[in-house]
């Protein structure tokens, strides 16, 4: 069962058009166009990454928050910036801010913990 919309799925459709964008427009378009191609196909991979990955993410994200109690994140920056972060959740603030970055990084480029892990 894929659900209320069926198929194609989200996933299906973007990727179709990933896939006729690098296959069959890629090859045919002129040199002062390529860049903009490039960075549609990325925005679509980009865009696949964050369906697949985002509401497992949010959800990560928000338990991280409520461990530290805070409600969400304007109320942690308001926090920070006030100065009112108790020493003692320091270490928590960071480890979750770190998280935050990675599944962010897990969507935008994926390939980027992979290149720092080789340091």
């Known amino acids: 069962m894929t659900g209320l919309h069926g198929r ?17 427009i890629a090859p045919v378009t002129p ?11 990325n925005v679509l991979a980009v865009a696949r990454r964050e369906a697949a990955l985002g509401t497992e993410q ?9 461990a530290l109690g805070f409600a ?9 910036r006030a100065g009112t972060v108790p ?4 270490t ?4 979750a801010v ?3 970055v990675l599944a962010r ?8 913990p992979a290149q720092e892990d080789r340091k």
């Open 92 to 95: 928590g603030v960071r480890e």
């Open 87 to 90: 020493p003692e959740a320091e």
């Open 72 to 80: 969400d994140d304007r109320e942690l920056a308001a926090a920070l």
């Open 8 to 24: 194609p799925t989200l996933d299906e459709l973007l990727e179709a058009v990933q896939e006729f964008l690098t296959e069959v």
């Open 98 to 100: 770190f998280a935050d």
């Open 105 to 112: 990084l897990a969507v935008a480029n994926p390939a980027y």
């Open 31 to 41: 040199a002062e166009h390529a860049y903009h191609l490039r960075v549609a196909v």
């Open 58 to 66: 949010e959800a990560e994200h928000t338990a991280r928050l409520a």
